[in-house]
């Protein structure tokens, strides 16, 4: 059995605020009879579980594929874990030290792609960002709910930001030696996109994979049709879906405060800090989903655009031709916005469909 890796806190919020996307995928997926079904692989992952769903072809195991998968996951666990000691990233982090770090290729692969999104954002996708989220009780070393002072938080910052971190060929160093990267936000994308090149290595081109809510799917259904997911409704007091979306061979991630935040003296505290500033986010921008081929870039730009605000995020989403759907609460109601890659690529379904 794998063990949790990524903080607690990212644990739930994935649970709770992806859970349904999956499952009525599945749903949806099994509502047309087909003579050849398809195969569902799922086992724990990253703290939370992992779900495969293929279309089978001559020649593949079910059991051996499995048995690849888990393989390929744990391998990224050791890599990139904040629970295990002993992983790659853990050693970094324990590294007090300004030279040099010897690092795997995915390890170095995953941190250029965050330092990318980092610098595409302002700063505002910030992997070295753990001391504050720790400071504000939403961390693996949750503290009891109680608001930072100006001087901590101040303390806090001085040390993080991606200008401390510098990677090589086959290294990464920190100006900084209490630098701290967690790599949680972008990581379980990672993982989607491995576990896809894996499936496709198989001869495998029609599937769906998710780890904690983090998907990707290819080609379509047993039965033909399209693969469709489910956009969950921001709101807080039940499960309700927003959108049904087809969208192709692409991943697709979401991000939102609606489930992980905690109030203190009538104020509202999201988990999402603006590494910038220090403090959570305080916009009306409520959700984000993000397509892209990767998982892995889905899953950072989900979290970035999420506390950039609905203007900067769809003027950034604009001009990098990203497929977004954002989300506001606006006067007590909802209000969807989208960009034009998002129109372009999406088939939208009735949500009455589903059933």
Same mark, same amino acid.
């Given at each position: 059995?794998?063990?949790?890796?990524?903080?607690? %806190?990212?644990?739930?919020?994935?649970?709770?605020?992806?859970?349904?996307?999956f499952f009525i995928a599945v749903l949806l997926s099994s509502c047309t009879p087909s003579s050849l079904?398809?195969?569902?692989?799922?086992?724990?992952?990253?703290?939370? $579980?992992?779900?495969?769903?293929?279309?089978?072809?001559?020649? /593949?195991?079910s059991s051996e594929l499995q048995t690849k998968i888990d393989a390929c996951l744990l391998e990224v +666990?050791?890599?990139?874990?904040?629970?295990?000691?002993?992983?790659?990233?853990s050693r970094f982090n324990q590294w007090h030290s300004t030279a040099p770090f010897p690092l795997s290729?995915?390890?170095?692969?995953?941190?250029?792609?965050? @330092?990318?999104?980092?610098?595409?954002?302002?700063?505002?996708?910030?992997?070295? $960002?753990?001391?504050?989220?720790?400071?504000?009780?939403?961390?693996?070393?949750?503290?009891?709910?109680?608001?930072?002072?100006?001087?901590?938080?101040?303390?806090?910052?001085?040390?993080?930001?991606? +200008?401390?971190?510098?990677?090589?060929?086959?290294?990464?160093?920190?100006?900084?030696?209490?630098?701290?990267?967690?790599?949680?936000?972008?990581?379980?994308?990672?993982?989607?996109?491995? /576990?896809?090149?894996?499936?496709?290595?198989?001869?495998?081109? +029609?599937?769906?994979?998710?780890?904690?809510?983090?998907?990707?799917?290819?080609?379509?259904?047993?039965?033909?049709?399209?693969?469709?997911?489910?956009?969950?409704?921001?709101? %807080?007091?039940?499960?309700?879906?927003?959108?049904?979306?087809? /969208?192709?061979?692409?991943?697709?991630?979401?991000?939102?405060?609606?489930?992980?935040?905690?109030?203190?003296?009538?104020?509202?505290?999201?988990?999402?800090?603006?590494?910038?500033?220090?403090?959570?986010?305080?916009?009306?921008?409520?959700?984000?989903? $993000?397509?892209?081929?990767?998982?892995?870039?889905?899953?950072?730009?989900? %979290?970035?655009?999420?506390?950039?605000?609905?203007?900067?995020?769809?003027?950034?989403?604009?001009?990098?031709?990203?497929?977004?759907?954002?989300?506001? @609460?606006?006067?007590?109601?909802?209000?969807?916005? %989208?960009?034009?890659?998002?129109?372009?690529?999406?088939?939208?379904?009735?949500?009455?469909?589903?059933?």
């Open positions: 059995m794998l063990v949790q890796l990524f903080c607690g %806190t990212s644990h739930m919020q994935n649970l709770l605020h992806f859970f349904c996307l079904p398809e195969v569902h692989l799922s086992g724990p992952t990253m703290g939370t $579980v992992y779900n495969v769903k293929y279309v089978p072809v001559e020649g /593949v195991d +666990n050791q890599l990139m874990s904040t629970y295990m000691t002993d992983s790659e990233l290729a995915q390890t170095l692969k995953v941190m250029q792609e965050a @330092k990318r999104l980092g610098e595409m954002s302002e700063g505002l996708l910030d992997v070295t $960002v753990g001391p504050l989220v720790n400071l504000w009780g939403f961390g693996p070393q949750a503290r009891p709910e109680k608001i930072p002072s100006a001087q901590a938080i101040l303390q806090a910052k001085a040390h993080i930001g991606l +200008n401390k971190l510098t990677l090589g060929t086959t290294w990464a160093s920190k100006s900084d030696v209490d630098l701290y990267v967690d790599l949680s936000t972008i990581a379980k994308g990672y993982g989607v996109d491995k /576990v896809a090149a894996l499936l496709e290595e198989q001869n495998l081109h +029609n599937y769906l994979v998710e780890i904690g809510g983090e998907m990707r799917l290819a080609g379509k259904k047993a039965s033909g049709q399209e693969w469709r997911v489910a956009v969950e409704k921001p709101v %807080t007091s039940e499960r309700a879906v927003e959108r049904i979306i087809s /969208v192709g061979n692409n991943a697709i991630a979401t991000s939102g405060d609606y489930r992980n935040y905690y109030e203190e003296d009538g104020k509202r505290y999201s988990h999402l800090i603006n590494p910038n500033t220090g403090y959570p986010i305080e916009h009306n921008l409520v959700s984000v989903t $993000v397509l892209h081929p990767s998982s892995m870039t889905a899953d950072g730009l989900a %979290t970035a655009l999420s506390i950039m605000g609905k203007d900067k995020a769809l003027a950034l989403a604009e001009a990098e031709q990203l497929a977004v759907l954002l989300i506001t @609460k606006e006067d007590n109601d909802f209000k969807e916005y %989208t960009s034009a890659k998002f129109d372009e690529i999406v088939t939208l379904h009735s949500v009455a469909g589903q059933e």
